[in-house]
T-cell receptor, first 116, second 114 residues
């Protein structure tokens, strides 16, 4: 296992279309996170899972966004009715346990979304 | 709302010089992370600082944490071109339990010139 895997790496879509990104975390990592990063900014937290349970969602995650982790392994992030403001890199990350125990979050390569 | 501020945001320096990047945060925390990001790439974990006074070093990079001042520094010694990248600090303010996740600064874009 070489790390957190995301696909597709790049997606260009027309405004109003739906897109879905997939993330495969590092094996045995029970926590999975989604972040969004725009040019010149740091990553912004969107949501995270403990196994299959979605434990927290940022207010950045509008009703058009939905994330799932049905079997506690891979996760999907779907954006419905995309808007130009959704153009960003969507980063998935995973950790072995809670950060307060000293665990590190490991990031994937990201999925670039361009809405035209 | 937690704010994480880095400075400088842009830094151009010559090889062989020393410099420090600063990371201030607005809420009590004793867990701070430094990441490196190359253009178009993901984030690479550099350091995890878990207590007041923590200091970690890897090669030409050294990170420290002062939780009382809510300040972390990333010091670069005798910079080399390969260290050119964007450096992010991130803070975890959750005490465990259900909440988790990091709040990032805007990053310091570092260019090291020969």
């Amino acid at each position: 296992d070489t790390g957190v895997s995301q696909n597709p790496r790049h997606k260009i879509t027309k405004r109003g279309q739906n897109v879905t990104f997939r993330c495969d975390p590092i094996s045995e990592h029970n926590r999975l996170y989604w972040y969004r990063q725009t040019l010149g900014q740091g990553p912004e937290f969107l949501t995270y899972f403990q196994n299959e349970a979605q434990l927290e969602k940022s207010r950045l995650l509008s009703d058009r966004f939905s994330a799932e982790r049905p079997k506690g392994s891979f996760s999907t992030l779907e954006i419905q009715r995309t808007e130009q403001g959704d153009s960003a890199m969507y980063l998935c990350a995973s950790s072995l346990g809670v950060l307060s125990s000293g665990n590190t979050i490991y990031f994937g390569e990201g999925s670039w979304l361009t809405v035209v | 709302e937690l704010k994480v501020e880095q400075n400088p945001l842009f830094l151009s320096m010559q090889e062989g010089k020393n410099y420090t990047i600063y990371c201030n945060y607005s809420t009590t925390s004793d867990r701070l992370y430094w990441y490196r990001q190359d253009p178009g790439k993901s984030l690479e974990s550099l350091f995890v600082l878990l207590s007041n006074g923590a200091v970690k070093q890897e090669g030409r990079l050294m990170a420290s944490l002062d939780t009382k001042a809510r300040l972390s520094t990333l010091h670069i010694t005798a910079a080399v071109h390969d260290l050119s990248a964007t450096y992010f600090c991130a803070v975890d303010v959750h005490s465990g339990g259900g909440a988790d996740g990091l709040t990032f600064g805007k990053g310091t874009h570092l260019i090291i010139q020969p």
